[in-house]
């Protein structure tokens, strides 16, 4: 219960400085949706040419068109690498702002909180929380708006494009979405699981470094150097530990998991289209699709994007 009370301070609180710096977070939205509708059209551009221009008795007009429409084609993804960039530098400015008002203010609550608390707690750790910490949550803050919302959008986006195209593909493909919610799930909670035990082992390792130093003529004096050593050895060894379990998890995630779902959906594009060429019970097209296939693995890679940043 105290834990769910103080997750919810933390998420208010986290919210609370998000929320000043809305002018860039919205920047980095409009921007993230741009792009998304660069991204979105690239497709339709190579579908259109592949229904229309491209057939055995190319005519010259055809030619022309392919070069006007390949060109366009380019400017597309021209626009669509600029604004990625300009809506990652957007959310980074929002995500660095937040991150310096929470260190100034942690910083700032320290200096006025009573002598006996540093009584009780070893100064490396205080150290951990003002730096690390702090540093840790602005790279929370820079994944989560950068990369988790930019490919959120993505993902969204395209989705509803490819029901507005080839609605049965999108339903089909509604199949996948159980796998990739335990596979999410999953990975989310063995990361979450390790990496708290890292972090906290991390900071056992600071604190007794900063008081084995701040001590080292007593630890001398009663011959403790090879006591000191063990300890430090335990809680070097949990970290290695701990890293390694992360590892493990990287290795069955990563791209590996995300990337078979990702194979099976390009399968049901191929089986849609596939059988209704060979039977004639619905009208399919070369360029539609390109554009199913080439929307489903524009997919697959912001899964997978969103799937690496939950691993790290």
């Known amino acids: 219960m105290k834990n769910n009370i103080r997750e919810e301070l933390v998420s208010k609180q986290l919210k609370e400085y998000a929320k000043n710096e809305k002018k860039y977070l919205s920047i980095g939205l409009i921007l993230s949706l741009i792009r998304t509708a660069m991204e979105i059209i690239g497709p339709l551009i190579i579908g259109f ?29 021209l626009l669509s690498g600029l604004f990625s960039n300009l809506a990652l530098v ?76 080839n609605f049965f593909v999108g339903i089909m493909l509604l199949v996948l979405v159980p796998l990739v919610y335990i596979i999410f799930n ?9 990496t708290t035990l890292n972090r906290s082992y991390v900071g056992d390792i600071n604190s007794s470094i900063n008081e084995n130093i701040q001590n080292m003529e007593i630890i001398q004096s009663f011959n403790k150097e090879d006591y000191i050593k063990n300890e430090f050895d335990n809680i070097n060894n949990n970290i290695f530990q701990t890293n390694l379990e992360i590892t493990k998890v990287r290795s069955y995630g990563g791209y590996r998991a995300i990337d078979i779902v990702g194979y099976i959906g390009t399968v ?36 997978n994007i969103v799937d690496a940043l939950i691993l790290n």
């Open 90 to 165: 957007s959310f980074e400015k929002a995500a660095n702002k937040i991150a310096f008002s929470v260190q100034k203010d942690v910083y700032e609550h320290v200096t006025r909180l009573p002598i006996s608390y540093f009584d009780n707690l070893p100064a490396g750790s205080i150290v951990s929380r003002i730096t690390n910490d702090t540093n840790k949550l602005k790279k929370m803050f820079q994944l989560i708006l950068a990369d988790i919302t930019t490919s959120t959008i993505m993902i969204v986006s395209i989705y509803g494009m490819i029901l507005v195209t």
């Open 268 to 303: 049901i594009v191929l089986l849609y289209f596939g059988i209704g060429r060979i039977t004639g019970i619905y009208a399919v097209t070369v360029g539609s699709m390109y554009i199913a296939i080439d929307y489903v693995t524009k997919i697959s890679v912001d899964v």
């Open 186 to 194: 999953d990975l989310r909670y063995k990361t979450a699981k390790y």
């Open 49 to 77: 040419i592949l229904n229309n221009h491209i057939k055995v008795d190319l005519q010259k007009a055809d030619f022309i068109s392919i070069i006007k429409l390949l060109l366009i084609y380019l400017l597309v993804y």
